[in-house]
């Protein structure tokens, strides 16, 4: 079967809102490569959109799924416990601690991982307002769709879930008008704290959601100087802060969890993508006294811990571990972004570059300008990369910004020549 014949069948079949960026196809894969039906290979930067940080099919991951699979491949955890729930649980609190105490429960994406978040968060204050912020993505699900700020993915869904405020986030880039990066950011803090007083009462709040570096927004990384106020400000009010490390984790940014870089812990946080290596399956962790405040019956689901995905992340953790994931995230950023930097020299299209570790991306603009999106130098540079077999994929509001989620396992020399290949196309199609 070929790739256009592949692509007519999709089309009788799966609904248009099922967006296709291109017209490519996946038969098979491994590392930072895959294959199409038509045999062609392409060096992979989107990772699955962050899900292939230990890369494709990594062999100790595929025994570990095809081992469990002959033993036992369901049951509901809430009624029958089962070994692979608890070893998984176990590495996370190991590589992941909130504090003394730390509780995990699994789900099977990283929206179902939100929505149990917000509902937690909930319970264990008795308060019901969540703090979000513009550009965040956090899922299609009801609240993470109320939750996720870019219009284009809401359209026609609503009415959205109540109590939820939308505040600006600390993005000095656009913003910034010439301030002092740091007057900049204790700026914002102190906006946050006036709309406790102008918009909602922080009694009302039971959580702050945001991610440490933003995924579908754009890859905008939270200063550090504000997260630690934001974290401040919760313990000023007894509001709980929510981390959403659904893109950001697992050795992207050099370390686990992109909070390890803010000396920041979070009193819930959300995980998924990376942790599975595509099996579906994520978790909510939090502090033990929080997480233990959600009322039997009130969170959990059908396929939430199915051993088979359990036993697939932990072969996926331990594999990691055993690579060093986090200095393989650590090497990969840094030769992105010293590539990148030098680019940004060469081409003014590229507004800025900007990224944490490995979660690296460049703001294509016109004539220089923030407030002037190019997205359609974008959408260009994207096709252009794959006639030449890289395969790229954008973010931002706008659509006008290219982040590398390549496998972190990638070889220094297929890394640099996807990068080469981006680059001579950007300089081709600026001028």
């Known amino acids: 079967m070929t790739s256009q014949q592949l692509l007519e069948r999709r089309n009788k079949v799966v609904p248009k809102a099922m967006a296709l960026g291109t017209a490519l196809d996946a038969v098979k894969a491994s590392g930072a490569s895959f294959h199409t039906a038509d045999g062609k290979e392409f060096i992979d930067f989107s990772g699955g959109i962050g899900v292939l940080n230990a890369g494709h099919c990594p062999p100790s991951v595929s025994k570990a799924i095809a081992e469990q699979s002959k033993k036992l491949m369901h049951t509901f955890f809430n009624l029958l416990s089962h070994e692979p729930y608890v070893n998984l649980a176990e590495k996370l609190i190991e590589i992941l601690p909130h504090g003394p105490e730390t509780k995990v429960m699994m789900v099977s994406s990283g929206?179902?991982?939100?929505?149990?978040?917000?509902?937690?968060?909930?319970?264990?204050?008795?308060?019901?307002?969540?703090?979000?912020?513009?550009?965040?993505?956090?899922?299609?699900?009801?609240?993470?769709?109320?939750?996720?700020?870019?219009?284009?993915?809401?359209?026609?869904?609503?009415?959205?879930?109540?109590?939820?405020?939308?505040?600006?986030?600390?993005?000095?880039?656009?913003?910034?008008?010439?301030?002092?990066?740091?007057?900049?950011?204790?700026?914002?803090?102190?906006?946050?704290?006036?709309?406790?007083?102008?918009v909602v009462a922080p009694e009302n709040i039971a959580a702050v959601i945001i991610e440490p570096v933003q995924g579908e927004g754009g890859f905008y990384v939270t200063p550090k100087v504000y997260l630690q106020g934001l974290r401040q400000i919760c313990d000023e009010y007894g509001i709980l802060l929510i981390l959403d490390e659904v893109q950001s984790g697992f050795g992207r940014t050099g370390k686990w969890a992109a909070y390890e870089h803010y000396d920041v812990v979070p009193d819930i946080s959300t995980w998924a993508k990376s942790m599975g290596s595509g099996i579906p399956i994520a978790c909510v962790m939090g502090k033990a006294s929080v997480m233990d405040k959600a009322l039997p019956g009130t969170i959990g689901g059908t396929y939430a811990g199915n051993p088979i995905a359990c036993a697939g992340s932990l072969a996926t953790i331990e594999y990691m571990q055993k690579i060093n994931i986090n200095q393989k995230g650590e090497r990969v950023g840094k030769i992105i972004q010293t590539f990148f930097e030098n680019l940004q020299k060469k081409c003014p299209a590229i507004g800025e570059v900007r990224g944490l570790g490995a979660m690296i991306g460049i703001e294509l603009v016109k004539n220089n300008d923030p407030n002037q999106p190019d997205t359609d130098l974008t959408k260009k540079l994207v096709t252009a990369c794959i006639e030449r077999g890289l395969f790229l994929i954008s973010a931002g509001v706008y659509g006008n910004v290219i982040r590398v989620l390549c496998p972190l396992v990638i070889s220094e020399k297929q890394l640099r020549l996807g990068l080469s290949i981006m680059g001579e196309e950007l300089i081709r199609l600026s001028k």
């Open 111 to 198: 929206a179902e991982a939100v929505e149990n978040a917000i509902k937690i968060a909930r319970q264990a204050t008795g308060r019901q307002g969540i703090v979000c912020y513009t550009g965040g993505f956090h899922g299609r699900t009801m609240m993470g769709m109320t939750l996720t700020s870019k219009v284009s993915y809401k359209i026609g869904c609503g009415p959205f879930a109540p109590e939820v405020y939308r505040i600006p986030f600390p993005d000095y880039y656009h913003n910034g008008k010439g301030q002092n990066y740091d007057e900049y950011v204790l700026q914002e803090l102190a906006n946050l704290k006036k709309y406790f007083s102008t």
